[in-house]
């Protein structure tokens, strides 16, 4: 069986943000325990809770202060990490200007920018 992991990118109720997007990671189930140990473990060993890149690219929170030897390191385990999951790398952007225009019998049949994305 494949699994995927998303995340996504902009929020489709602010009025500000133009386009929305999602990007996952599909693998093999039997993948993913690995792929967790390692990236669990790069996490404890610069003693970091969790990685939200948002944080990690304006080194704020856990990342405050960090030189960019130790940011460099931490994201090269983290990008290894993903490597040795060899995962598909999927991604989909929407426009929220389309969205928008949308009728409703449309809008009801996604229900959700983020189902268009993945449909």
């Known amino acids: 069986m494949l699994l995927a992991f998303a995340d996504e990118s902009g929020h489709a109720a602010d009025p500000k943000v133009d386009h929305i997007g999602l990007v996952g990671l599909i693998a093999p189930e039997e993948r993913w325990t690995a792929f967790r140990d390692r990236w669990d473990a790069a996490l404890a060993e610069f003693d970091v809770p969790a990685f939200h890149m948002r944080e990690f690219a304006h080194r704020r929170g856990a990342f405050q202060g960090w030189p960019e030897e130790q ?18 790398i999927a991604g989909w952007v929407i426009s929220l200007r389309a969205w928008r225009a949308l009728d409703r019998a449309a809008e009801r049949l996604f229900l959700d920018p983020y189902y268009a994305c993945i449909q």
């Open 71 to 88: 940011r460099r390191a931490l994201l090269d385990r983290l990008l290894n990490a993903i490597e040795e999951l060899e995962p598909t």
